[in-house]
């Protein structure tokens, strides 16, 4: 098992030397992707040489741009973000969108479905139902009338439309919000009926927060728009990290569930994310593909979790 690490770790430094040396070089680049998507030992030892590189080699404080392409590479392995995993699931869907801006779509039913940016779902129609599977992201359906009922799975969640129209989003767990009508939702064996204006939020924990939400600000990304009401800063950092092409990370948790309210532009994601972290004392570094929100911009304080 030891040969095997330390094997491992050797082809780790190789990669990131070579990359170090030629970060723009095609051949590295796509050298250092395949090694990263054979396996979490590779990413492991990839990430312990990209630690210590960053400890030997440490980024000016004030430097705010030109952050090496392997920093952030590390950081983004240190935060448990790859993008390799989510590429999978392109190939899966029937629909998707890519980070720019949403797209609405029309089902083979007639249905209409709203995806937000990276955002993907997988069309599984028979005589009998109509299921989609929302994979990433989030989606906001408007039904027509069928006599097989409509249904969106996300998560290990089902919801079942009744003449509605409503969103559901992956995004620290799961969660539906209705603007029109009504929905059934079940899910672990708890089912839930849900009204105009009415949303529940099932955390990773199995946790339910259900709350009051006015219809009209439902899904409001249609408009390019995020409006929140005491909303913890990481759901606003979700929606926007749909609209970046990378990843954001927030690195302290009370900064996370910091409290935000507003109507928030999305067309700037990384602007709205500094202008909101402001508003509780937190700074935001940018590199290519990562951006770390924490409260004095440093990309290497990750907490780790208790």
């Not at 630690?51 to 440490?58: F, I, Q």
């Not at 797209?103 to 299921?131: C, K, M, V, W």
């Not at 009926?193 to 949303?199: D, I, T, V």
């Not at 439902?218 to 408009?223: C, K, T, V």
């Amino acid at each position: 098992m030891d040969n095997e690490r330390e094997r491992l770790r050797q082809q780790a430094v190789d990669i990131f030397l070579d990359l170090e040396e030629c970060p723009d070089g095609a051949a590295e680049q796509e050298a250092c992707a395949a090694f990263l998507a054979r396996g979490d030992a590779e990413r492991s030892a990839y990430a312990s040489v990209a630690r210590t590189w960053a400890a030997a080699h440490p980024a000016p404080r004030h430097r705010q741009r030109g952050v090496p392409a392997v920093l952030v590479l590390a950081v983004a392995l240190l935060a448990g973000v790859l993008l390799g995993p989510e590429a999978m699931l392109w190939h899966r869907s029937d629909y998707s969108t890519e980070a720019s801006a949403p797209r609405h779509f029309t089902a083979t039913s007639g249905d209409l479905l709203y995806l937000d940016a990276s955002s993907a779902i997988d069309e599984q129609f028979d005589a009998n139902r109509r299921t989609l599977v929302l994979l990433e992201g989030a989606a906001y359906f408007e039904t027509v009338q069928d006599a097989r009922p409509f249904l969106v799975e996300a998560d290990g969640l089902t919801a079942r439309a009744i003449g509605t129209a409503f969103v559901v989003e992956r995004s620290n767990g799961v969660s539906v919000a209705v603007a029109k009508g009504q929905v059934e939702a079940t899910r672990d064996g708890q089912r839930f009926m849900l009204s105009a204006g009415e949303k529940i939020h099932i955390l990773p924990d199995g946790r339910v927060v259900r709350t009051d939400i006015v219809p009209a600000t439902i899904a409001a990304w249609r408009g390019n728009q995020a409006i929140t009401k005491n909303t913890p800063l990481s759901e606003l950092a979700a929606t926007l990290d749909r609209r970046f092409r990378g990843r954001i990370v927030i690195t302290d948790r009370n900064l996370a569930a910091a409290r935000v309210s507003g109507v928030f532009s999305l067309a700037d994601p990384i602007a709205t994310l500094r202008l909101a972290a402001s508003l509780h004392g937190g700074a935001v570094t940018a590199a290519p593909f990562l951006a770390v929100v924490s409260p004095d911009g440093s990309l290497f304080d990750l907490q780790t979790p208790d």
